[in-house]
């Protein structure tokens, strides 16, 4: 069974566009949830306090976060034009190409902290838990 591929990446936004980023991140997700049936989780987190915003990833494989690089890419180059003054790091949990990571990094203005860890040691996922 192939194990899911999970980014967790962390934006300090830029002072002055919190309210207008949070209607462009509205229909970011609206872009995502319709091309991208494979997604298994796409959430926003916003820290108002220290002006943040986290966006978690769960993919079922990397395969589908090659292809999500590829529906968000006019996004994100917006985002760092317009939105994020800097990204305080990416985590990226799971197997992936070096292909992939460069691709991932590039996104990234140069000396974002980068974790990687791509052993999935145990674990299981479930897309229709009991609620």
Do not use: C
């Not at 974002?112 to 009991?130: D, L, M, W, Y």
């Amino acid at each position: 069974m192939t194990q899911p591929f999970i980014f967790v990446g962390t934006h300090k936004l830029k002072e002055g566009k919190w309210e207008e980023y949070r209607k462009v991140l509205q229909e970011l997700v609206e872009v995502v949830e319709s091309n991208e049936p494979r997604l298994i989780a796409f959430n926003v987190y916003f820290d108002e306090e220290n002006y943040e915003v986290t966006g978690v990833q769960v993919h079922p494989d990397s395969d589908s976060m090659q292809f999500h690089l590829k529906v968000v890419s006019e996004h994100i180059q917006t985002a760092y034009g317009d939105y994020i003054d800097r990204t305080q790091g990416m985590q990226i949990l799971g197997p992936l190409s070096e292909e992939l990571l460069e691709n991932m990094v590039q996104y990234s203005p140069p000396g974002t902290p980068v974790k990687v860890a791509q052993i999935h040691e145990v674990g299981f996922t479930r897309s229709n838990a009991a609620r």
